[in-house]
C-alpha cells in the first residue's frame, strides 16, 4: 500500500533535511563536548497527509480452531521467526554485565493486599484466543498484549497486540473484536490460504482527548516481503483518527515514516533503517505527540554507540487531525538526549503526559510535559550499572504555533534527583497447571511439529519485569506523575516492584523537581507494569500486574491520594501461570537466549470521576488432559498463548 507521505522536510526557519544533516555535522566537529551536550535538539518541520478514511470493521466470524498451524508466530518471534526486529526492540534488563556502583536496591515497607476498595465494575477483555482467531484465523500467535485503553463518551476503546474492540463503560461489548490490520486497511497478517504475510503491527496506545472529542489510536507498522515475511526497512506510525466521539463509526488514518534513512520524508540518522520502537502519545491543547526509542535494524552501534539513536519525539497539528484535513504539520525532535555536566544522557522512553478531561497546560504558549528514567541500558551506554537516582523531566513548549507555516515549538530538558531505582530481576510465578509446557515434554498433538523430538526438560517460567523504563505519565493539578518497574528489598528479599513520582514542573524542565515519590512492593510477590492516572484533586488509580508466590498473574491496583498510594486491591484475580511459547526453549532458535515476556505496558485513564485501568492477566486454567483434546482450552485461549487482558475502573 503506498504511504501517504509528502516528501517536504524542513528545520523550522527554513532548511532543508538534507541542509540540515550537514550542517549538523559541520557544527558537531565545531563544538565542544560541554556545548553539545547542552544544545536542546532543534526540531525538524515535516509534512505528512491522509492515507485513508475507513469504518470500523464489521463483525466477523472468528477462526476455526486446528491445533497449532504452519507460520504460527509472526517475523522475530520463534524459530520461525526473523531476529531483525522484536516486540520492544530493547535488548532488556540482561543484556550486558553491569558495572560496580554505590547505589543500592531500595529497602521498602511491604504493602498489604487488601480486598477490592472502589471497584465499580471488572470485566474481561481481549485474550489470546481473540488474537489467535480474529479475522477468520487468519492472524499469528503473540505476546505480550501491549495494553492500549482509552475512555470517553461512553466508550471504551481497548487495543492489544493485534486485536481492538470497543466497548461501553458499563462493560457492554459495542462492537465485535477487530483484528489490527483490517482495521488500518491492511492485508491480514497470514493468509493461511496462500501463505501471503501483511504488514506487521505492533505496540497499540490510544488517547481520548476530552478537548477535541476524538479518540486517537496508534500503532508501528513495519512492513515485509508477503512471501517470506521479512522486514523490508521502511516503518511507520499509524495514527487512527476518529472522525466523531464515536469510535465505531469512520477513522481517518495518517502514516508517518519513522526509518529515518532519509526515504519516504525522513531525515538520515546514524545507521539506519531503524525501527521506531515502543511509541506512546499524549496530547495538549494543541499538538498529538508521539515519541518513540530509534534502534538500527543492524547491530551496528548507532548515534550513542549502543545499537541506539534515542528517544525520538513528534508534534502533530491537532487541529488539522480532527478536521480530517490532508496534510499535517509534524515537528520532529530528533535523536534526544539530557545534559548532565559535559556528557548526553540518551533519551530513552520519553512517554508523553495525558490529562483528565481537558486541563491542559497552556503555559507559555500551550505545555506538553514528558518523563522519562535513565537506568536502562538505552541511557547508560559507557557504563552500565541498572541503578539510577534521577529522572528526565521534558516538556515541549509554545505549541499553539504547530499550526502556523513555520511552527516554534521549544524542547526542553532537565534530569532530577529522586529516590533510588532500578532494573528489576525476574517475576516468579505461583506454581499451577501448564498445559503447553506439559505438551511439548511429549510433543502432544505435533505441537513442535511432526516427529520432532520433544526437549528433555521444560519449567514453569518468570515473567519479565521490564527494564526500568518509565511507564505512563499523567499530568494534572499542576503535577507530573509517572512510574516505573524498579529492583527493591522487601522482607529481606529482592524482588520486582514499583517506584513512583509526583513531580512539580519549574519554569523550564530543568528547574522542576520531584515533590513527593515512593514505592509500591509485596512480601514474597512481584507487581510490575504500572500505569498511573490522576484526576484533578490529586486522587487516582494506578493498575498493576501482581504475581508471585500467593498469586498467578492478577490484575491489580491501588487507589492514589494525598499520601500517595494506598493497599494493593485486586482488580481480576489471576487463575493459572502463564504458559505461552515464550516461556519455552523448545520455541527458541539455536543461539536464542529465553526471554519470558510480559507487558509491555499497562493502561489507566480518567473519565469524569473514575478511573479506567487495564492489565494482563491469566483467566484461562485447564488440565493437560483437557488441552489435548481441546487446546483452546473452551476458547478460553489458543494453543502457544494463554495470556487475557483485565478492563476495571474504580472511584477513588
Not at 72 to 101: Q, T, Y
Not at 495 to 511: N, R
Not at 628 to 635: E, L, N, P, Q
Request: aromatic residues 8%; negative net charge; charged residues 15%.
Amino acid at each position: 500500500m503506498a504511504l501517504g507521505v509528502a516528501v517536504a522536510a524542513m528545520v523550522l526557519g527554513g532548511q532543508s533535511a538534507a541542509s540540515v544533516a550537514s550542517d549538523a555535522a559541520r557544527a558537531a566537529t565545531a563544538a565542544t563536548t560541554a556545548n553539545a551536550a547542552q544544545t536542546a535538539p532543534q526540531g525538524l518541520l515535516r509534512t505528512i497527509t491522509k492515507n485513508a478514511s475507513v469504518s470500523f470493521p464489521a463483525s466477523r466470524a472468528a477462526g476455526q480452531p486446528s491445533g497449532v498451524q504452519a507460520h504460527e508466530l509472526p517475523p522475530g518471534e520463534g524459530p520461525e521467526g526473523d531476529s531483525s526486529a522484536m516486540r520492544s526492540h530493547s535488548k532488556g534488563p540482561r543484556g550486558k554485565n553491569r558495572s560496580v556502583d554505590m547505589l543500592r536496591p531500595p529497602v521498602v515497607a511491604p504493602t498489604t493486599v487488601d480486598g477490592s476498595e472502589g471497584l465499580n465494575r471488572s470485566w474481561l477483555g481481549l485474550d489470546g484466543f481473540d488474537q489467535r482467531y480474529a479475522n477468520g484465523g487468519n492472524q499469528f500467535s503473540v505476546e505480550p498484549p501491549d495494553q492500549g485503553l482509552c475512555v470517553g463518551n461512553s466508550y471504551v476503546v481497548e487495543a492489544v497486540n493485534d486485536v481492538v474492540r470497543v466497548y461501553r463503560t458499563n462493560g457492554s461489548a459495542a462492537t465485535a473484536v477487530s483484528d489490527l490490520n483490517s482495521f488500518y486497511g491492511y492485508p491480514a497478517q497470514i493468509d493461511r490460504t496462500t501463505g501471503l504475510t501483511g504488514p506487521f503491527l505492533t505496540d497499540p496506545t490510544c488517547v481520548y482527548d476530552h478537548g477535541s472529542g476524538r479518540f486517537f489510536l496508534v500503532v508501528l507498522t513495519l512492513e515485509v516481503d508477503p512471501e517470506t515475511g521479512a522486514f523490508l526497512g521502511p516503518n511507520h506510525l499509524d495514527l487512527a483518527v476518529s472522525r466523531t466521539s464515536d469510535p465505531t463509526g469512520r477513522w481517518d488514518i495518517y502514516r508517518l515514516p519513522v526509518q529515518d534513512d532519509g526515504t519516504r520524508g525522513t531525515p538520515k540518522h546514524t545507521d539506519c533503517p531503524c525501527i521506531g520502537d515502543y511509541p506512546h502519545i499524549g496530547s495538549d491543547a494543541h499538538a498529538v505527540f508521539l515519541t518513540t526509542n530509534e534502534y538500527p535494524f543492524t547491530d551496528a552501534p548507532g548515534l550513542y554507540g549502543n545499537n541506539f539513536n534515542g528517544a525520538q519525539i513528534y508534534a502533530l497539528d491537532k487541529a488539522a487531525l480532527v478536521s480530517g484535513t490532508s496534510r499535517i504539520n509534524v515537528v520532529h525532535f530528533q535523536n534526544t538526549f539530557l545534559p548532565s555536566g559535559d556528557s548526553k544522557v540518551p533519551g530513552f522512553t520519553v512517554w508523553p503526559a495525558q490529562v483528565p478531561d481537558s486541563h491542559y497546560a497552556t503555559a507559555q504558549g500551550g505545555t506538553e510535559y514528558f518523563l522519562s528514567s535513565v537506568a536502562g541500558e538505552e541511557a547508560q551506554p559507557r557504563r552500565f550499572t541498572g541503578m539510577a537516582d534521577r529522572i528526565g523531566v521534558w516538556s515541549v513548549t509554545n505549541t499553539e504555533t504547530i499550526t502556523d507555516r513555520r511552527p516554534d515549538l521549544q524542547l526542553q530538558r532537565g534530569l532530577v534527583h529522586s529516590e533510588v531505582y532500578g532494573v528489576p530481576p525476574l517475576s516468579e510465578q505461583k506454581p499451577g497447571p501448564v498445559p503447553l509446557r506439559d505438551c511439548v515434554l511429549v510433543n502432544c498433538n505435533d505441537v513442535l511439529g511432526v516427529g520432532v523430538t520433544p526437549p528433555r526438560h521444560e519449567s514453569e517460567g518468570q515473567l519479565d519485569s521490564n527494564d526500568s523504563r518509565m511507564q505512563q505519565v499523567y499530568y494534572s493539578g499542576g503535577r507530573l506523575y509517572g512510574a516505573l518497574d524498579t529492583v527493591m528489598r522487601v522482607d529481606g528479599s529482592l524482588q520486582a516492584g514499583i517506584a513512583w513520582f509526583a513531580v512539580k514542573p519549574g519554569t523550564t524542565a530543568g528547574s522542576s523537581n520531584v515533590a513527593r515519590q515512593g514505592y509500591v512492593g509485596v512480601a514474597e510477590n512481584n507487581v510490575n507494569y504500572p500505569a498511573i492516572a490522576v484526576l484533578p484533586d490529586g486522587t487516582g488509580a494506578m493498575a498493576f500486574t501482581l504475581v508471585g508466590h500467593d498469586y498467578y498473574p492478577t490484575a491489580a491496583y491501588t487507589l492514589f491520594g494525598s499520601d500517595g498510594p494506598g493497599d494493593v486491591q485486586i482488580g481480576g484475580l489471576g487463575r493459572a501461570p502463564q504458559d505461552g511459547f515464550s516461556e519455552y526453549t523448545a520455541f527458541l532458535d539455536p543461539g536464542q537466549t529465553l526471554r519470558p515476556r510480559w507487558g509491555d505496558y499497562s493502561a489507566a485513564v480518567t473519565n469524569g470521576s473514575d478511573v479506567f485501568m487495564a492489565t494482563e492477566y491469566i483467566q484461562s486454567r485447564c488440565t493437560f488432559s483437557q488441552f489435548r483434546t481441546d487446546m483452546t482450552c473452551g476458547g478460553t485461549r489458543a494453543p502457544l498463548i494463554n495470556w487475557a487482558t483485565r478492563i476495571y475502573s474504580v472511584t477513588p
